[in-house]
């Protein structure tokens, strides 16, 4: 079960009283640390519709520890390691990632022949 430290406070996953800590940090713009490791790896709290999540921060799983949910194995290992920088483009500073493909998306039908 993952811990949280919210401030101050540290809370488990199922604690009953994480909403509302959390609905607090979020209006404060401030981000929890996950305990699974020492001194904690930054989270942020995303909002859908009433219900507050923790999120891992972009390009952080390898930071977590294994057994931790938020875990994510270094792109060398799991393959992506050849398709990051040059197919697969991230930006950490807002999280969105650019893909650049070899082939077209849109999908067109054929064409008659000129005469």
Same mark, same amino acid.
Request: proline content about 7%; hydrophobic content about 35%; charged content about 20%.
């Given at each position: 079960?993952?811990?949280?430290? /919210?401030?101050?406070?540290?809370?488990?996953?199922?604690?009953?009283?994480?909403?509302?800590?959390?609905?607090?940090?979020?209006?404060?713009?401030?981000?929890?640390?996950?305990?699974?490791?020492?001194?904690?790896?930054?989270?942020? /709290?995303?909002?859908?519709?009433?219900?507050?999540?923790?999120?891992?921060?972009?390009? @952080?799983?390898?930071?977590?520890? +294994? @057994?931790?949910? #938020?875990?994510?194995? +270094?792109?060398?290992? #799991?393959?992506?390691?050849?398709?990051?920088?040059?197919?697969?483009?991230?930006? +950490?500073?807002?999280?969105?990632?650019?893909?650049?493909?070899?082939?077209?998306? #849109?999908?067109?039908?054929?064409?008659?022949? #000129?005469?």
């Amino acid at each position: 079960m993952r811990r949280f430290r /919210i401030g101050s406070a540290v809370y488990e996953e199922a604690a009953p009283d994480l909403q509302a800590a959390l609905a607090s940090a979020y209006a404060r713009t401030e981000r929890p640390l996950c305990l699974c490791r020492e001194p904690g790896c930054p989270m942020y /709290i995303a909002r859908i519709g009433d219900l507050h999540l923790i999120k891992r921060m972009p390009l @952080s799983g390898g930071g977590h520890d +294994p @057994s931790c949910d #938020s875990y994510e194995s +270094p792109y060398e290992l #799991s393959g992506l390691g050849a398709l990051m920088g040059s197919a697969i483009q991230l930006d +950490p500073q807002n999280g969105l990632a650019a893909l650049k493909l070899d082939f077209s998306l #849109s999908k067109t039908g054929s064409r008659a022949a #000129s005469v």
